[in-house]
């Protein structure tokens, strides 16, 4: 049954993967479990618990991020339009929402 809220799929780019998902946090995480979390040197029991960070594999990110918040990485600033860039020149970073770039900017650029 559609439930009103269709979203637009788009491509995966986690190495080059090519699938085509929808943006919805559940959705994408269940891509990333189905098709690329065995590449990351972390057993799926341990996910939600690592403090070990792993390098987004997106194509040009190397986010460095807990395996838990890879999907809404993925999810918030790869496929969702909604996402901000740091405003900071020379600052490539690209976060999710306003409250996680009031937080990049006061951690990583303090000065400004």
């Known amino acids: 049954m559609p439930s009103g809220l269709e979203t637009a799929l788009h491509t995966c780019k986690w190495q080059g993967c090519g699938l085509r998902i929808d943006a919805t946090p559940k959705s994408v995480k269940t891509h990333m479990r189905e098709h690329h ?5 972390i057993p799926i029991q341990e996910w939600e618990t690592s403090k070990v960070r792993v390098a987004c594999q997106w194509a040009e990110c190397k986010a460095l991020l807990y395996a838990r918040s890879i999907p809404k990485h993925v999810t918030g600033v790869h496929l969702s339009s ?5 405003p900071v020149e020379g600052c490539d970073e690209a976060l999710s929402r306003g409250d996680a770039l009031k937080r990049h900017v006061k ?3 303090p000065e400004k």
């Open 82 to 86: 909604s996402a901000v860039r740091c």
């Open 37 to 41: 979390f065995a590449d990351i040197p």
């Open 107 to 109: 951690q990583k650029h």
